[in-house]
C-alpha cells in the first residue's frame, strides 16, 4: 500500500485514491509524508520554518491513525439496482407497453386522443 499525506491540503492518498482526512493532529512542522507497507520505508518533509528538512521514516505505526481515518472517510456503496420489471405479470406489460405509447406520443408532438386513433388504426390493421 502506498500511503501519501500532505497535512496543508488534509488530503491522503492511499493506493492513489486520494480523500479528505482530519490531521489536525498531526505534528505541525510536518508538511508531507509517504510511506510505502510493501517497502516498509517512506519519507517525511518537513516545514521550511522547522529547518528539519526532510527524513526517512520507517515506522508508520503512529500514522496508522490516519489511514483508519482515510477509510472511513469513503464514500457509501451505490444502492443496489432496481429489480427489472416482472413481464410475466400482465399488468405490468399492460402498463410498459401504455408507458411506451405515451412516449412516443410526447416524442412526435402528438396528443393522446391522436395517439389512440392510431393505435386503433393500427390494431385493426393486424389479423
Known sequence: ???SL???DAVMGVDGVFRT???SDLDATI???Q???AAGKGRIWFKAESDKGQA???DFAPYQVFVDRWTAAAPPPPPPPKPPIDFSDVENVEKALKALGLVVAAWNGKTRVELR???KTAWDSLP
Do not use: G, Q, R, S
Request: charged share 30%.
Open 1 to 3: 500500500m502506498k500511503i
Open 56 to 58: 526517512d521514516l520507517t
Open 117 to 119: 386513433a392510431a393505435f
Open 21 to 23: 482526512v482530519d490531521v
Open 6 to 8: 500532505v497535512k496543508d
Open 31 to 33: 508538511h508531507a509524508l
Open 35 to 37: 510511506f510505502d507497507t
